[in-house]
């Protein structure tokens, strides 16, 4: 009897190491940040999730976050954005413009946003993925991403500090090699929190 509980705890045991390696992988842990890195099924390209502690106010960052349309001021490759239609204060569809660089060509995204705010619990969270939408004639569609979601966690903290855990995933598609992006989901999400840091400070 002894051998057989020994045997399917044993068993157990490499299912769970089956399952975790499924979750994510620490890619890098700095001072200001940690990053990690996923595996998403099917797909060539990774995930990625930010995560750091910051200083800032938090009626700030949510004015930030909900100002989207001025989100090319500070989050990495984004060209600029617009609003394509507004569902409610906390629900929209927008087109972001991505400047990529050379040789590839930029690329657009329709993306529904979701923001739900909590000032009492000190909460702010934002969710977007790709929308479809009816554009112009004048934008190319070979050029638009569909394989696109991220998400931000942001936690009032009592020091006037702010926990921040960003995550995210992108499929450019076209010419762009798997590894190139893959590459560019490591420093991407490091100068989007660099940018974020200046907008907090030069915020009014």
């Given at each position: 009897m002894r051998n057989v509980l020994l045997s399917i705890l044993i068993i157990l045991g490499l299912n769970l190491v089956g399952l975790t390696q499924t979750n994510w992988t620490l890619h890098k842990k700095e001072a200001a940040y940690t990053i990690w890195l996923k595996d998403v099924p099917n797909e060539k390209i990774k995930q990625f999730k930010l995560e750091a502690i910051i200083k800032g106010n938090f009626e700030d960052i949510h004015n930030i976050m909900k100002d989207v349309e001025k989100m090319h001021l500070w989050y990495d490759k984004v060209k600029n954005v617009k609003l394509l239609k507004k569902i409610n204060e906390n629900e929209a569809i927008y087109l972001l413009a991505y400047d990529l660089p050379f040789p590839f060509e930029d690329r657009i995204a329709t993306i529904k946003g979701i923001m739900n705010y909590n000032p009492k619990l000190g909460t702010l969270t934002v969710n977007t993925a790709y929308f479809p939408y009816t554009?112009?004639?004048?934008?190319?569609?070979?050029?638009?991403?569909?394989?696109?979601?991220?998400?931000?966690?942001?936690?009032?903290?009592?020091?006037?500090?702010?926990?921040?855990?960003?995550?995210?995933?992108?499929?450019?598609?076209?010419?762009?090699?798997?590894?190139?992006?893959?590459?560019?989901?490591?420093?991407?999400?490091?100068?989007?929190?660099?940018?974020?840091?200046?907008?907090?400070l030069a915020y009014k």
């Open positions: 554009l112009s004639k004048d934008k190319n569609a070979s050029l638009l991403i569909k394989k696109i979601s991220s998400s931000w966690e942001i936690k009032k903290l009592s020091d006037g500090q702010l926990n921040i855990v960003h995550s995210g995933y992108m499929d450019p598609g076209g010419n762009i090699p798997s590894w190139v992006v893959n590459e560019s989901i490591t420093s991407g999400p490091v100068e989007t929190l660099k940018g974020l840091k200046k907008r907090l």
